[in-house]
């Protein structure tokens, strides 16, 4: 199992590239790493204030595992997704839920996103919007609005 400080490193190499390619206008000097129960991420939205955001890699557990050509596939995103949705988070600042990909999983962007929707509209959840970083670009998902 990876360890809480890998899982940080990974997520704070990866959110410069979200910020990158969404051309968000995040202050990348306000970003922050945060510890439980507060989201991963603490930044400065130029013009939205501060905001949060909880961050998940959808990754399939034979990628992660594997050390064999051949390898069996599952979907992970039902047991991910509903794992972020039903956490408790300690934040003053608007969360937003981030998925990203990081080449452990196969599902086209396409897919990813029709089966990550459901889950946002269908759940009561604290998240106002929901992005993903995929394979081909960044994607926002949801919007509470």
């Known amino acids: 199992m990876t360890s809480e400080r890998q899982k940080g490193k990974r997520e704070m190499a990866v959110f410069p590239r979200f910020l990158e390619t969404s051309h968000l206008p995040i202050d990348p000097d306000s970003v922050e790493k945060r510890s439980p129960p507060e989201p991963d991420i603490h930044c400065r939205h130029r013009s939205e204030g501060s905001v949060a955001f909880e961050l998940v890699e959808l990754c399939d557990p034979s990628f992660a595992k594997a050390s064999e050509a051949y390898l069996r596939t599952s979907d992970p995103l039902p047991?991910?997704?509903s794992s972020k949705l039903r956490r408790k988070y300690q934040s003053e600042a608007p969360?937003?839920?981030?998925?990203?990909?990081?080449?452990?999983?196969?599902?086209?962007?396409?897919?990813?996103?029709?089966a990550i929707k459901p889950y946002l509209r269908s759940r009561r959840h604290i998240f106002r919007r929901a992005w993903l970083l995929g394979h081909k670009g960044v994607y926002l998902v949801w919007n509470k609005d």
């Open 79 to 81: 047991q991910i997704i």
């Open 95 to 114: 969360i937003e839920l981030f998925c990203y990909t990081a080449g452990r999983i196969i599902t086209p962007d396409n897919v990813l996103l029709q």
